[in-house]
Every structure is written in structure tokens, then in C-alpha cells.
């Protein structure tokens, strides 16, 4: 059977709606993709995305041009003309940690109140971040509820983890590691299996498991890595305080070890994105609501919070008193590849260097407009890298940008007289001279022969 037998429809146009749209169309189903954002839904039909996403607005272009992705705001549309429909809205976190599930309620009566007068069977799958028990307790009690329909006998219900990256949200889909696929029912299994062998052939793993294991594997996976940068900055924290430690060595070693593994071991200032802050917060605020004692997760949340702090440490040991002074914090964004600055340990250390009296300036080859919400004139925006460095007393990397490769203490000097540089990520090519003071998180300079 061939892909274009395939019409499913995707609710939810943002990172993981859009991209999972687009590869689903490239990969041959015929997509009507749904977002309530009209202006959100325009931009798509011009063959746009409304957001940067490497290698994206190329596939929703000919997706859209081939007739493969067809964007609307209608959600009936959308359930009438498929058979299938993944859940892809935000599960963003309330104020108190939790998890905010308003979207997914919302989405799920309206999905009841669409095939109240259908006679088609049809299957929904959560692919939204939800903590277990949502899928039942919210999504199917909502769609019954709006519906006057029964999960099983008249629709299916299934939970479908999804694992991509933004800055490489397109090559996630295209090649996902592992699909899961959680339901209790024969059913939707068969239906949600075979949709996804037909697109991704007989190599991809697919994990068949039930709704709230499927709901569970989503958080762990996510905890689980953020537990890794945590402990991999704890390290790098213990060896800025003895001389000659290299935290990449450590890390390089412990990662040859199957066990431990080599990714997501790269120590820095933090993580940060829609993901990781926002899931470890809401696991936690979960295992609470099971009367469990969720240590570990607080531990990773708390070292990951403290960790800005490590950063102003080595400006204050580079540069002494920070009042008064320039300060050029390069790259915003939570990560490279992409303009997101949602969470990013950036916005929290420029607001700590602020607070402490410095004159910041920012730089970042994406995420100059974003970070301009944040923080109006307060501090000032350079148009070029070289501005951003004139006469500048500390540039502090944040962000592991390609574009700030080129900077070496040569390029340094030839914008400013005398400056501390501070590496959070142990990217820059710049040495050490008279002039040119450079620290970085994770690795000190040695003091005794290593010999
Ligand atoms: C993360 C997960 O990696 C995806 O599998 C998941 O699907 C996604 O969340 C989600 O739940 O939607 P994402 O937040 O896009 O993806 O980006 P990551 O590449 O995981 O980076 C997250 C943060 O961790 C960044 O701030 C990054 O700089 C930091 N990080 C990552 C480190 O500090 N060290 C590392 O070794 C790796």
C-alpha cells in the first residue's frame, strides 16, 4: 500500500504539528493540517512557515504545491476528509509548574462536538506532552462527552510519543529512532501501526505498549536527558574548581562507556527550550499528585537553575566588578539553529547582569528580533558582530552559533583593548595573551605539569 492512501490530519500547526505535517505529506499521505491561528494558517498556504525551522519551509513548499498538505482552520474540514488524526497542540506550564492541559481539553470537545453526526469510524492520537492518565481522563472523557459517543465502538484513541528537536525537527521525523505507539485496543493498533509501517517501511522500530506507558516514556525520555546535562554540569562545576580538569575529556571517556552512552553529555550553562524546563516541572508536579518524593527530577531542576549563576561567577572572576561595565552576551537563542529563546539560560543571565549594573549587548544571527521582546532598550542590539564587540570589557559565549567559530583573540583585539572572554560551551578558538583573559565552564588552565 503506498503512503497517498493515507488522509490523516494534524491539529496543531507549531513545532511538532507543522514538521510532522510536512514529513508526513513528503513521505505520500495527503495532510490536511489544522491550526485556529488564521494568520498562522495564510503563512502556510503561501508555502511558508511561520516559524524558523532549518529545512522546513522547503518541504512545506512543495508539500503545500503538491497538494500534499492542505492547511485550514477548520477542524471539521479536516476530520471529514481523513481518518486519522494526530493531537499536536501546546501543553505549556502553569505558573505553579503543573501542566496546562487547556488546549488539549479544548481540542478534544471540539473534535466530539465534529463527529457527533458521523457515521465514520475514526482514530485520534495524542502526540502532545501529556502526563499520564490525560489521554483517558481528558482526551476520550471530552470527545464521549462532546460526541455522545463511545471510545472503542464508535472512534479510537491511541498515544503517540514524539521525540524530534527544534534545529532538526525535519530529520527527527524523517529518521525517528524508535515509534511508539500506545493503545489498548486491537483496533486502532492495527490501523496507527499500519499507517506508520506504510510511511517509514520495515526498519523503523515501532514499540507497541498501552496509552499511559506511551504517556510515561515521553516524560522519562525527556527527564532522563535533562538528568544527563545536569549531572554533566555538576562535573563541569567540580572542575572549574581544580586546576588543569577538562570536563569534554570526562565526558569523552565516561560517553565510550555503552552504559553510559555518548550524547547529551556536553557540559554548558544550562538547558533550556519549550521542553525539557517545562517537562521535568510538570513530572514533578505529577509524581506529587501520586504522593511520591520526586528527588532526582528536583535535583536536575535545580542544578540546571543554579547554573546561570556559575556563569556570572567566571564574568565576576574574569572581569572583577560587573557595574559599570560592556558586557557582549553572544547567542540568545536556547540553542543553535533555531530563533527560539523560550526558556534560554541567555535571557536569565543577561537579566542577572542587569541586575548587577553591566551595559549588555547582544548578538545572535537569528534570535535578535525575539530577544528584543524581552528586553526592549534596556540593553542594546548591534548590527553587525563587530559592533558587538567594539570596545567591549567581556564577551560572554552562550550560544554555540557556527557563526562565532571565526572569533580568535587576534579578531578580539582588533576590536577592543583588554576583555575577558567566558566560554560556556568551550567553543571559541580564542587563546590567552596579556590582554585577553578566557575562562570557560568545565575546563581551568593547569597548573602543575600534567605529567
Ligand atoms: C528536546 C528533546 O531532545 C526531544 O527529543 C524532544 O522531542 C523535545 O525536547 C520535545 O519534548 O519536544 P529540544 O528541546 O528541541 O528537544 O532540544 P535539545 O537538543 O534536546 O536541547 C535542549 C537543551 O539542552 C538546549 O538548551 C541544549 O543546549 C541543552 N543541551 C543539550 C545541553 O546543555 N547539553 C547537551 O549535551 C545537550
Known sequence: ??????????????????TTAAVFAKKGALVYGVDSDENKIDI?????????????????KRAVAQKRLVPTSSIAEAI??????????????????????????????????????????????????????????????????????????????????????EGSAVEDSLNPHIIVIGTGDKKVDSRVHSFFRNLYGPRTKILKTNIVTAELIKYSNNSFLATKISFINTIANVCNKIPGADVDIIAGAIGTDPRIGSQFLSAGPGYGGSCFPKDVSGFIQFCKTLGLDPTLLEATDRVNKLQAQAVIDLVKHGLGPISGK???????????????????????????LLELGAIVRIHDPMAMDNTRTVFGNKIEYPASLANALKNTDCVVLMTDWDDYRVITEKMIRKFTSKCAVID?????????????????IGKTKATLSSH
Open 326 to 352: 560592556s558586557i557582549t552576551v553572544l547567542g540568545t537563542s536556547f540553542k543553535k539553529n533555531t530563533d527560539d529563546i523560550r526558556e534560554s539560560v541567555s535571557i536569565r543571565v543577561i537579566d542577572k
Open 80 to 165: 471529514d476528509n481523513s481518518d486519522l488524526t494526530f493531537i499536536c497542540v501546546g501543553t505549556p506550564m502553569n505558573s505553579d509548574g503543573s501542566v496546562n492541559l487547556d488546549y488539549v481539553a479544548r481540542v478534544s470537545l471540539q473534535i466530539g462536538q465534529v463527529i457527533k453526526d458521523s457515521r465514520k469510524y475514526h482514530v485520534f492520537c495524542v502526540k502532545s506532552t501529556v502526563p499520564p492518565g490525560t489521554t483517558g481522563n481528558v482526551v476520550t472523557k471530552n470527545i464521549e462527552a462532546g460526541s455522545n459517543k463511545q471510545r472503542s465502538t464508535d472512534f479510537g484513541i491511541a498515544m503517540t510519543p514524539e521525540f524530534l528537536r
Open 424 to 440: 560556556t560551551k568551550r567553543f571559541l578558538q580564542v587563546k590567552e595573551t596579556a590582554d585577553i583573559k578566557y575562562l570557560a
Open 44 to 60: 502556510i498556504r503561501k508555502g511558508r512557515a511561520p516559524f524558523f525551522e532549518p529545512k522546513l519551509d522547503a518541504l512545506v
Open 1 to 18: 500500500m503506498s503512503g497517498l492512501t493515507h488522509k490523516v490530519s494534524i491539529i496543531g500547526m507549531g513545532f511538532v504539528g507543522l
